[in-house]
């Protein structure tokens, strides 16, 4: 097996900390991608990853399985301990009910405003579009509040243990830098999580 994943990068970085979680980065094969020498975007990177994504995990046989979350399943799978993704069917549906609500309303909302507004993403997002941008931002704001009022509820994302979804969403606030937006700094709830968060070996 080789893991495919490019250095600061969000997507890469939710598999990553996933990894440290269990206990397997530092010895788990891996190959650095750079995004902004384009090297995502080679032939025979392709035909690994045929939308040109990071991160990939390329199987013994040859497969290149993409999308995070799909790899982090196969992951969690091969290495069930410490269990990140939910022991039975109830937690486990509830886990990715909370993944996705991160992924899809936080995670996508500070992509769309970074890459439609950073100069470092001009060769990659064309055209740029900054009305999009805008609209992103206000949305992130707008749901940065509900996880504040989520977290003000539950010690985690997902409930009361530590679960992917807390790695999607340390990784989305993480993101967040590049926009130079830190809801944790007007958000008591997220504040306070942030620091367990950042407390963690595994989230840094
Ligand atoms: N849904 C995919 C998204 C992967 C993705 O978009 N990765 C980014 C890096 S964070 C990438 O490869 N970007 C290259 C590009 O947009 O050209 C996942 O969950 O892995």
Redesign the pocket.
Known sequence: MNLYH?PM???????RFFMQEKGIWESFPKTE?S?MK?E??APEYRAL?P?????VLQLDDGTGL??????CGYIEAMHPEPNLMGADPLERAKIEMWDRRV?LTYFMQI?GWF?NSHPAMAE??KPQNPEWAAICSERAKKVAKFFDRTLGETPYVAGDRFTIADITLHVSMGFGRLVKYKPWEEHANIAAWRERMTARPGLS
Not at 9 to 15: E, I, Q, T, Y
Not at 51 to 55: A, F, Q, W
Request: proline share 10%.
């Open positions: 490019a990068a969000p997507n890469p970085d939710r598999v991608i995004i384009m995502h975007r990853s939308m040109g994504h990071v991160p993409t999308e995070s979350r799909a790899i992924e992509a890459r990659l997002e």
